[in-house]
Structure formats: C-alpha cells, structure tokens
Nanobody
Framework: QVQLVESGGGLVQPGGSLKLSCVVS????????MGWYRQPPGKERELVAR??????NYADSVKGRFTISRVNVRNTLYLQMNSLKPEDTAVYYC??????????WGQGTQVTVSS
C-alpha cells in the first residue's frame, strides 16, 4: 500500500515562506506524475504544481513564488513556498500517479497565511 505523508504546514505571516515535504513509501521512480494540490476553505481542490516526466507545471497564481522539487534518494517531494499571500491559505495535498493510472493522495497539511 502506497502512503504519502505531508508535513511542513503551519501559520505564517504574509510575505513569509514555508517548505512542504511529502515522504512516499516507495521509489519515486514508480510514479510518472507527482504534484501538489490545495483546497481553500469552501472551494474546490486545485492544482498548485506538478512534475511530469521532468517537466514542471505551475498554477498561474503561484508562478514565480512556489517551486516544486523531488529528491529521489529520499523518496520525498517538496514544495517551497515564498512570498505567501492570505489567498494561499488552504489544505495542501501531495499527489502521485503511476503510468497505469493508479493515483494516491496524502492526508493533507494546513497552511494558513495571516497577520
């Protein structure tokens, strides 16, 4: 059973930074796509950033502020978030998908941007 465990969320002031981590119980090489999604209060879950076959994609709202990366030897996916805004407040989820179509989600980590 694949498990994805996120950490690194918390409360931060506007303009601050956080780095989210997602540890995967298995080799990252088995997943064709990995990414981060978020669900703001009262809204639908949305894509934040993803890596597919080495190509990075970002939501327009986070371009230039967020960076997704993966460290295969640590089986870990990261999301570096800089210049955080109140509208970045959400539960952030780690996502992994295999080429077979099987996909997996983490339990989520809360990020709150507030003064």
């Amino acid at each position: 059973q694949v498990q994805l465990v996120e950490s690194g969320g918390g409360l931060v002031q506007p303009g601050g930074s956080l780095k989210l981590s997602c540890v995967v119980s298995g080799s990252l090489f088995s997943f064709s796509t990995m990414g981060w999604y978020r669900q703001p209060p009262g809204k639908e879950r949305e894509l934040v950033a993803r890596i597919t076959v080495g190509v990075e994609n970002y939501a327009d709202s986070v371009k230039g502020r967020f960076t997704i990366s993966r460290v295969n030897v640590r089986n870990t996916l990261y999301l570096q978030m800089n210049s955080l805004k109140p509208e970045d407040t959400a539960v952030y989820y780690c996502h992994a998908k295999r080429s077979t179509g099987n996909e997996y989600w983490g339990q989520g980590t809360q990020v709150t941007v507030s003064s």
